[in-house]
């Protein structure tokens, strides 16, 4: 039986790294023990994103420090001091003398699961993450009953809960959702503000020569390494962003630029995801500088929409699908994942682009995953599960609950529509539009099939084709499905033989 006094570990991971996470707050600082272990080196080489590793292993032993200068006792665990969490924290259980032990719920199904089974010598006490805005239970009560779950309905539920970008029960400028601003193309004349940096310190410098000494061979870059790793400096991040970019945010957030990792998007995510930001407050501070007149309000509500909207849809839909979820494949793809996904060498300049940005910066934005890496996948037929532990792999802010949904659902429709409402199928002209990637391709956007057609056209039209039973009765698809169908077969059948060679090429 645990004593009221009894000591306590209190288990913190890696995207944890709140102040006010709930297993802290049901602490003693005085009696009980933080414990942080980082990640057993095997699950750091499944092809894990360099500036990824060092991230998250800088941002905890910040933390660390952090605890152990507001007085709490920090037993911590560097890479290789343990085979398993399991094992240290069982370790740490024996060395402290505790009866008990705390954590914040995960957010990994798989690890949450593992907890329920884990013998370490001491009751485990699992503690819901506070950290985020909707329950498992409200999520559970929303999306009972409902044949569909689309994140817009969701979304104003949140509104109204928040109070964000309310005036008096109605939405601020008479509606929800101001997406139709939100799509203009690029204008290349502009300049673009760099994200905020922070140049590594001693510890940050320290984790860098660890990974490239132990990782020599994982996927990406370190040259340049700038991201935040404490609670501050993300702050400051955060403070950078709306100042410098977010009053155009909105407007370009679809528009991709060769060369320009950023443009006016932040690299909040991952800073939120890990727990060094807080999503309300966030979001307030966004508020406020629509309120003040620094901001539009176009780009204020698409901001606040990605967190309360959908942020929290995501990790809603995670949860209430797993485990099942992650065995989706609604569409029956198989292709292995092409090897340029890991290199970058490929004729298509925008997957080139994209590709070459991932393994230097360890960031895309969201259009850039969904539209050109996303995109290609499901065209060329690729196994959802490959692209999802792509994505989980190679950038900074990906995490089990919140890739999981955006890949298999999202991204490959690989869930048959849970998360979207259609897949994101497109041409070659999307891409032409939102982009200057065309500009400067080996292939011609223009054409439609042949050795030098962009390889988007004939395979997107293919893929209509190759899923029409599965697909044709999608209300959103029945114009391009009627566009086919006045096509002669002779140009269709041209179509499916330039897919299926480039496809043979793959």
């Known amino acids: 039986m645990v004593t009221e006094k009894a000591r306590k570990i209190i288990l913190v991971l890696g995207d944890q790294l709140s102040a006010d996470l709930a297993a802290l707050r049901a602490a003693d600082k005085a009696r009980d023990v933080v414990l942080m272990v980082e990640w057993p080196a095997p699950a750091i080489r499944v092809n894990r994103h360099k500036q990824k590793i060092v991230l998250v292993l800088s941002a905890m032993r910040h933390f660390a420090d952090a605890l152990r200068e507001g007085g709490w006792t920090v037993d911590y665990s560097e890479l290789g001091g343990s085979s398993s969490l399991q094992g240290a ?63 817009e309905y969701f979304y104003r539920d949140m509104r109204r809960r928040t109070g964000l970008l309310m005036d008096d029960g109605d939405p601020v400028g008479g509606q929800w959702n101001f997406d139709k601003e939100n799509r203009k193309p690029p204008d290349t004349a502009r300049r673009y503000p760099p994200p905020y940096s922070v140049s590594p310190d001693r510890t940050t410098a320290q984790v860098i020569e660890l990974v490239e ?29 709306i100042t410098h970019a977010l009053p155009d945010f909105g407007t370009y957030q679809d528009a991709m630029v060769g060369g320009e990792n950023y443009l006016f998007h932040s690299r909040l995510s991952a800073y939120l995801n890990m727990g060094l930001l807080e999503p309300l407050a966030v979001c307030r501070r966004v508020e406020a500088a629509f309120q003040s007149g620094h901001a539009p309000l176009n780009a204020v509500e698409g901001f606040i929409r990605q967190i309360i909207g959908w942020r929290e849809f995501v990790r809603g839909v995670y949860w209430l699908k797993m485990p099942d979820y992650l065995c989706s494949n609604a569409l029956g793809h198989g292709r292995p994942l092409p090897d340029f996904y ?165």
């Open 89 to 151: 924290i069982k370790d740490s259980v024996a060395r402290h003398d505790a009866e008990a032990v705390c954590v914040t719920e995960p957010g990994n199904w798989h690890l949450r699961q593992a907890i329920r089974a884990w013998d370490i010598g001491a009751p485990v006490t699992v503690l819901e993450d506070d950290r985020f805005l909707c329950t498992h239970a409200e999520f559970e009560a929303w999306a009972e009953g409902r044949k569909e779950l689309r994140m």
């Open 213 to 241: 000494a132990e990782f020599p061979d994982n996927f990406g870059a370190l040259d340049g390494f700038d991201w935040a790793v404490t609670a501050t400096q993300a702050e400051a991040a955060l403070d950078d962003f």
């Open 342 to 506: 890991w290199t970058g060498e490929t004729d298509m300049a925008c997957l080139k682009s994209v590709i070459s940005q991932t393994i230097s910066a360890a960031y895309a934005h969201h259009i850039q995953r969904l539209m050109v890496t996303g995109t290609f996948a499901m065209l060329a037929g690729v196994d959802p599960h490959e692209v999802h532990e792509w994505y989980l792999g190679v950038y900074a802010d990906a995490f089990d609950w919140v890739e999981v949904p955006n890949t298999l659902g999202m991204s490959q429709f690989a869930d048959g529509g849970v998360l979207a409402s259609k897949p994101y199928a497109a041409s070659g002209n999307y891409i032409n539009k939102m982009s200057n990637y065309c500009k400067t391709c080996r292939y011609d956007v223009k054409q439609k099939t042949g050795p030098d057609a962009c390889p988007f056209n004939a395979l997107y039209w293919d893929f209509l084709d190759r899923h029409r039973d599965t697909l044709s009765d999608n209300m959103r698809l029945r114009m391009p499905y009627r566009t086919w169908d006045r096509m002669a077969p002779d140009q269709q059948e041209d179509i499916r033989r330039s897919a299926s060679a480039f496809l043979e090429r793959l």
